[in-house]
């Protein structure tokens, strides 16, 4: 019989594997929140770690280190092979030809941006639509969002990527020109204020507002540079250009040419410009810093002067005072002299209004004498 067979419980009966082994490589892998947006508009937040987004996007490990919030990286606009790597301020995404990889999407000051693209991608892909049905535009094989650019009669088609990195440019120099407005007008009245009245609160504030125009003219000036850096060497933008290989060639097909890097340089150029704007702004407000900290610095100079003006003049009045005192002093002495033989009220009198009088005269020639030096104003 079948059940007698010694065999089939050692056939049934196999060992399973430890389940800590099994779970022990996934729970050393750190995940953390990915915002993806879809060409259209379409969102959602996924746990991935460091070697899912490697390998979904194409990016070095290098790139993934620039992106960690932890690690203070400058600002930068990296191009590969499959994707544009954005580290501007608190945006740091990862734009590919078809999907947009947002980190730390639950920062509240990315709540407007994220808001922003959704509608400007929508928009985008609704237009999109509109212009395939009217025009007889078939999309891509890709599906990567367009839209087109009329220059010299002629419409060109340019990538989804380019689109995304307009957005974020667009959101880091409005952030960056409204803190830069919002100190702008806290700055100048304070320094005002400053001017008028120097005490211990109204040099606090003014403080405080140069520490924060100092960091920000920082921040703005590393997004300046990296965009400057970018329209200075044609190889990197045609880096960034020619990532996302398959939806720019299909995108060329569409329009008949090959996209160029004029188009990338034309978009660097307007927010470049913006930043400058906003640069030349935090540059004025720190002359005017300076320039009041200068005024400031001439008044404390000064009444510095009137206070060493005033205690030279105490100390000769003291000095010769002590001198006064001294005289006092000896003819108060219990020794025999010949004004004391014939001792009455007018002796004494005339005693202490000598001893006054020359106090006062020697004063008069010693204030004189400092004054013609030019000790006292």
């Known amino acids: 019989m079948e059940d007698d067979d010694p065999n089939s419980d050692k056939e049934l009966i196999t060992p399973a594997p430890p389940p ?6 996934t729970t050393n892998i750190a995940t953390k929140p990915w915002l993806v947006m879809s060409a259209f508009g ?6 991935a770690g460091k070697h899912h987004i490697r390998r979904r ?12 919030p932890a690690l203070s990286y400058p600002s930068s606009v990296l191009g590969r092979e499959r994707a544009i790597v954005v580290n501007l301020e608190n945006v740091k995404a990862i734009i590919t030809a078809s999907e947009m990889l947002l980190l730390n999407p639950r920062d509240p000051s990315l709540s407007p941006f994220v808001s922003d693209l959704e509608h400007k991608l929508c928009n985008l892909g609704n237009s999109n639509t509109r212009s395939n049905g009217n025009e007889g535009i078939e999309k891509s094989t890709e599906d990567s969002p367009t839209f087109l650019s009329k220059n010299g009669g002629t419409s060109r088609v340019l990538p989804f990527e380019f689109k995304v990195l307009e957005i974020c440019l667009k959101f880091v120099c409005k952030c960056l020109e409204s803190e830069a407005s919002t100190l702008e007008q ?17 040099l606090q504030r003014v403080r405080i507002i140069k520490s924060r125009l100092v960091a920000l003219s920082a ?8 965009l400057e850096q970018l329209l200075d060497d044609d190889m990197d933008m045609a880096e960034i250009d020619e990532d996302g290989g398959s939806s720019r060639s299909s995108s060329a097909d569409l329009s008949g040419q090959k996209p160029k890097v004029e188009e990338l340089e034309m978009l660097l150029e307007a927010y470049f410009a913006q930043l400058e704007g906003s640069l030349s702004k935090l540059s004025t407000m720190r002359e005017y810093v300076n320039d009041t900290e200068d005024y400031i610095n001439i008044i404390l100079d000064e009444k510095q002067n009137q206070l060493l003006q005033t205690g030279v003049v105490m100390s000769t009045a003291i000095m010769l005072l002590s001198i006064g005192i001294v ?42 004498s400092i004054k013609k030096k030019g000790l006292l104003g």
Do not use: C, W
């Open 42 to 47: 379409k969102s959602r937040v996924e746990e």
């Open 186 to 202: 806290e700055a100048y009245p304070a320094l005002d204020e400053l001017s008028v009245s120097v005490s211990t609160l109204n």
């Open 20 to 25: 800590h082994q099994a779970s022990r490589r």
């Open 219 to 226: 921040r703005v000036q590393k997004v300046r540079d990296e």
């Open 57 to 68: 996007t194409g990016i070095p490990a290098r790139d993934m280190r620039i992106l960690d």
């Open 327 to 368: 005289i006092a002093g000896i003819f108060g002495m219990n020794i025999g002299t010949s004004l004391f033989d014939e001792g009455v009220p007018m002796q004494f009198n005339m005693t202490t209004f000598g001893i006054v009088a020359g106090i006062l005269v020697l004063f008069t020639v010693a204030v004189l």
